[in-house]
């Protein structure tokens, strides 16, 4: 079993930075892949970013170059670097864990909101 605890949300102007992170109880947090995943407002969930247990890096296209995602082992926490923030960026954010290669991510975190102004 894995809590998830995400902060770091808030306001701020377009063109400015956000971090997010995201505490991961439990002791085999570098066996898991992390995401971190976002949903709007009338809109579905959607993918943002992750890292897999081995550090392989993925992200959605209309966040790279700007978003960076990472990951501290030793502090069970998975951090979101976003830079050069939209209006579009609005919406609740999630951090999710899975088993490391599996599909699916069965663990979820209650979500931070990032509130990006134009």
């Known amino acids: 079993q894995v809590q998830l605890v995400e902060s770091g949300g808030g306001l701020v102007q377009a063109g400015g930075s956000l971090r997010l992170s995201c505490a991961a109880s439990?002791?085999?947090?570098?066996?898991?892949?992390m995401g971190w995943f976002r949903q709007a407002p009338g809109k579905e969930r959607e993918f943002v970013a992750g890292?897999?247990?081995?550090?392989?890096?993925s992200y959605q296209d209309s966040v790279k170059g700007r978003f960076t995602i990472s990951r501290d082992n030793a502090k069970n926490t998975v951090y979101l670097q976003m830079d050069s923030l939209k209006f579009e960026d609005t919406a609740i954010y999630y951090c999710?864990?899975?088993?490391?290669?599996?599909?699916?991510?069965?663990?979820w975190g209650q979500g931070t909101q990032v509130t990006v102004s134009s």
């Open positions: 999710a864990a899975r088993v490391g290669g599996y599909v699916r991510y069965d663990y």
């Open positions: 890292v897999t247990w081995s550090t392989k890096l």
């Open positions: 439990g002791r085999t947090f570098s066996n898991y892949d």
